[in-house]
T-cell receptor, first 112, second 115 residues
Framework: DAKTTQPPSMDCAEGRAANLPCNHS???????VYWYRQIHSQGPQYIIH???NNETNEMASLIITEDRKSSTLILPHATLRDTAVYYCIVRVRSSNTGKLIFGQGTTLQVKP | GAVVSQHPSRVICKSGTSVKIECRSLDFQATTMFWYRQFPKQSLMLMATSNEGSKATYEQGVEKDKFLINHASLTLSTLTVTSAHPEDSSFYIC???????????FGPGTRLTVL
């Protein structure tokens, strides 16, 4: 079973920031928080990951609470192309043992 | 960087035939590849994990004799669906991780339809 909880759906206005929450209250000390998104009928796309510090890249920012029990993915200026299912996943950072267990994710609808 | 391809993107076959799906890491060496299946309106389900040169490890409930996985090189893994039936119709997606990065990068997926 997935170890994260996400709202099933969210709306966001185009050009505004999209803030997607994720709860992972049972996260272990060696588990990272990963975010992927899946646009309809495509393979998932990696967005960002982090352990305990906030992270930022060209796609998004990841804010992790100090107790690491929850996090927020921020898309600073959402566009229509950001409409997708967003998955928050916790995993051990290892190429051969760090499975990705997908939950139901959050369907983000960006509206004009 | 970190590009993963799959071939074919779409395949239609008759019941009882076998279908092979290829997954390639184009710009990095993938020591580990993963195969997922996704039914309509559902999330991805991990089927198996394969390490280069080793036998694949299958998740509980996945028939290893039906879904044959080969990971013979650091850039190629194949999934063969043997004696396919209509209930095997699904979206099959691979991912790869390895020497370049332990982050998993996904292929575009293969839509299998069994008639």
């Amino acid at each position: 079973d997935a170890k994260t909880t996400q709202p099933p759906s969210m709306d966001c206005a185009e050009g505004r920031a999209a803030n997607l929450p994720c709860n992972h209250s049972t996260i272990s000390g060696n588990e990272y928080v990963y975010w992927y998104r899946q646009i309809h009928s495509q393979g998932p796309q990696y967005i960002i990951h982090g352990l305990k510090n906030n992270e930022t890249n060209e796609m998004a920012s990841l804010i992790i609470t100090e107790d690491r029990k929850s996090s927020t993915l921020i898309l600073p200026h959402a566009t229509l192309r950001d409409t997708a299912v967003y998955y928050c996943i916790v995993r051990v950072r290892s190429s051969n043992t760090g499975k990705l267990i997908f939950g139901q994710g959050t369907t983000l609808q960006v509206k004009p | 960087g970190a590009v993963v391809s799959q071939h074919p993107s779409r395949v239609i076959c008759k019941s009882g035939t076998s279908v092979k799906i290829e997954c390639r890491s184009l710009d990095f060496q993938a020591t580990t590849m993963f195969w997922y299946r996704q039914f309509p309106k559902q999330s991805l389900m991990l089927m198996a994990t394969s390490n280069e040169g080793s036998k694949a490890t299958y998740e509980q409930g996945v028939e290893k004799d039906k879904f044959l996985i080969n990971h013979a090189s650091l850039t190629l893994s194949t999934l063969t669906v043997t004696s396919a039936h209509p209930e095997d119709s699904s979206f099959y997606i691979c991912s790869a991780a390895g020497t370049y990065t332990d982050t998993q990068y996904f292929g575009p997926g293969t839509r299998l339809t069994v008639l």
